[in-house]
């Protein structure tokens, strides 16, 4: 079963219940307006899907321009691969200091001071990394 099918089936199935709800209930005209509201809903959004179409990758869906891909070496500038280099070190040191954190038991993960505590190491190590990376510069240059 195609998964436009499935969409279909599952909001068709809405529809259904909302209206043997209607039929079947003594509800008040409030609810009723809810239902019929939830009825038109689904029912745009059949038809929105009905009208949708599939773009290709290359392809914004917002402008209908060509996208340039972004794995050639020439879209990509050092800027953004320091980026990338920089925001991969700090996940690192996150994903250590979280499982280190994670491993004293005296630490409660779900208490506020958590993140706290989490931000704080992070800090500490990236200030040491930092003073390695410049003890390394000025032996380099000694």
């Known amino acids: 079963m195609n998964t436009n099918r499935k969409i279909y089936v599952f909001y068709f199935t809405v529809i259904l219940l909302a209206v043997l709800a209607m039929m079947v209930f003594d509800l008040n005209i409030i609810i009723k307006a809810i239902l019929c509201f939830l009825i038109f809903s689904c029912l745009m959004v059949m038809r929105s899907i009905k009208r949708a179409y599939d773009l290709a990758d290359d392809i914004d869906p917002d402008t209908l321009d060509k996208v340039t891909s972004l794995t050639d070496d020439y879209a990509i500038g050092d800027e953004k691969r320091n980026h990338d280099s920089n925001l991969d070190s700090y996940l690192n040191l996150l994903i250590e200091t979280d499982e280190e954190l994670s491993k004293d ?26 003073r390695k990376e410049q003890e390394h510069v000025e032996n380099t240059n000694n």
Do not use: C, G
Request: no cysteine; net charge positive; proline share 4%.
């Open 105 to 130: 038991p005296t630490i409660d993960q779900k208490s506020f001071s958590y993140n706290v505590r989490l931000n704080r190491r992070i800090a500490e190590r990236l200030e040491s990394i930092q």
